[in-house]
């Protein structure tokens, strides 16, 4: 048995464990020893380890955000704030690692094509999570690197219905919208990706129809809401 393949199994049953850092921590040492030649089952086993390792400060921070703005709670206004940057410093600290695990593990050895799109889109993705809480001087850094990454990813050429060139337009947009605060790029990029996959979606084996077919439906759904959104503060003005 190989070392990869042992490292692939104690990250199951760490995910099993829920032993997130952990499951993290097996798959450095596998990507150590292979690079970004990594197969789509092992990429979804990234996915899921890194994912879960942030998104419980994730939700804690939308959490206390929303008590935060509850005038009931305004007495405790400087502990829940210290509270609060507390978990995201932690969480920045995570975003940081799992940054720092791919760019050294992966992109700076020998990588091209979809993983490279892969790995580049999820250095974005995690610059994306530490904007969500920062400010400042840390912010307009996040934002920047965030940026430079999703639009690298955007560069490599890809089918139009690959599950991973779908997932970046779906997280590239929300980037737009939610924290560049650019609603037409945000909108114009779903767009463009929604169009150019339904275009080609009738062309696809089953298995793959199944996999554009999931992240369509949430660029749609992204689409209605935020034109409603949209419609809704033209209304008001």
């Known amino acids: 048995m ?25 798959l450095q040492m596998m990507l150590q020893e292979k690079g970004g030649d990594v197969s789509s089952d092992e990429r979804n086993l990234l996915s899921v380890a890194f994912k879960n390792l942030i998104s419980s400060k994730r939700a804690a921070c939308r959490t206390i955000a929303a008590i935060e703005q509850n005038p009931k709670y305004q007495k405790y206004g400087d502990a829940l704030s210290g509270y609060k940057a ?9 975003c940081d690692s799992v940054i720092r695990i791919i760019n050294e593990n992966v992109l700076s050895k020998k990588c091209d094509g979809e993983s490279k799109a892969f790995f580049v889109k999820m250095v974005g ?5 530490i904007a969500e809480n920062a400010k400042g001087d840390l912010m307009n850094e996040v934002k920047h690197k965030a940026l430079q990454a999703y639009q690298e990813a955007n560069n490599i050429q890809l089918p139009a219905c690959n599950p991973i060139k779908l997932g ?6 929300v980037f737009h919208y939610e924290v560049m605060k650019n609603h037409k790029a945000a909108c ?11 275009d080609k979606i009738d062309e696809l084996e089953e ?29 008001e003005l």
């Open 2 to 26: 190989s070392k990869v393949e042992e490292y692939i199994f104690l990250a199951r049953v760490a995910e099993q464990a829920e032993r997130f850092e952990d499951m993290v921590e097996f």
């Open 86 to 94: 507390n978990i995201e410093d932690k969480l920045r600290q995570d």
């Open 125 to 129: 993705d995690y610059y994306r999570y």
């Open 168 to 173: 970046l337009a779906l997280n590239f947009s």
């Open 188 to 198: 114009d990029l779903a767009d463009q990706a929604l169009q150019d996959a339904l």
């Open 207 to 235: 298995d793959d129809f199944r996999d554009a077919k999931s992240i369509i439906e949430l660029l749609k759904e992204n689409l209605t809401l935020w034109k409603e959104e949209d419609n809704n503060e033209i209304d």
